[in-house]
């Protein structure tokens, strides 16, 4: 068993586990764990998800993006960073894009299509005058790549919060 505590800062002890498992190494806290024995058995829980193919895998129940983002992503943007209305900006093209998809069903191909996609979709300024045509401009990559970091940021998000 590859089961040891490490001392915290504050002089308390926490559980790790470490396993190699086909040349890739896990390595988990387990913070509820009080004794050694309680620490064997988390592993051997983790053990037997790796087996059966559940680790790291969302629960049937998971939430949409748009649940997602307007429940908590937008709370914790407004609570840690000063560019939280950048990002309730941006938020709308992508839950155009993503909003009714499940946060586990969203794949690395489906974002780079929509990379593509809203790289090919020019931006139409409205002119104060009516009678006027609508400006068109072509849609920065920057813009799109600040859209791509909202959507990493907010995977993160769901990744690390409770």
């Known amino acids: 068993m590859s089961v040891y505590?490490?001392?915290?800062?504050?002089?308390s002890y926490t559980w790790w586990f470490t396993r190699t498992?086909?040349?890739?190494r896990y390595r988990e806290r387990i913070p509820t764990a009080r004794t050694e024995k309680q620490a064997k058995d988390a592993e051997q829980e983790f053990l037997r998800q790796l087996h059966d193919g559940t680790y790291?895998?969302?629960?049937?129940?998971?939430?949409?993006l748009k649940e997602f983002v307007?429940?908590?992503y937008l709370k914790w943007a407004k609570e840690n960073k000063r560019s939280w209305q950048d990002d309730t900006y941006r938020v709308r093209a992508l839950l155009a894009a993503?909003?009714?998809?499940?946060?586990?069903?969203?794949?690395?191909?489906?974002?780079?299509?929509?990379?593509?996609?809203r790289l090919k979709t020019p931006i139409v300024y409205k002119t104060k005058?009516?009678?006027?045509?609508?400006?068109?401009?072509e849609r920065s990559p920057g813009a799109v790549d600040r859209e791509l970091a909202l959507l990493s940021t907010s995977f993160r998000v769901a990744l690390t919060l409770p």
Not at 21 to 24: A, M
Not at 56 to 64: E, L, M, P, V, Y
Not at 98 to 117: H, Q, V
């Open 5 to 11: 505590k490490r001392k915290k800062k504050d002089g």
């Open 21 to 24: 498992i086909n040349s890739r």
């Open 56 to 64: 790291g895998k969302a629960q049937q129940g998971s939430i949409t």
């Open 70 to 72: 307007d429940t908590v």
């Open 98 to 117: 993503f909003g009714d998809k499940r946060l586990c069903d969203i794949t690395p191909f489906s974002i780079e299509a929509y990379k593509r996609k």
């Open 129 to 137: 005058d009516k009678r006027k045509e609508p400006k068109v401009k």
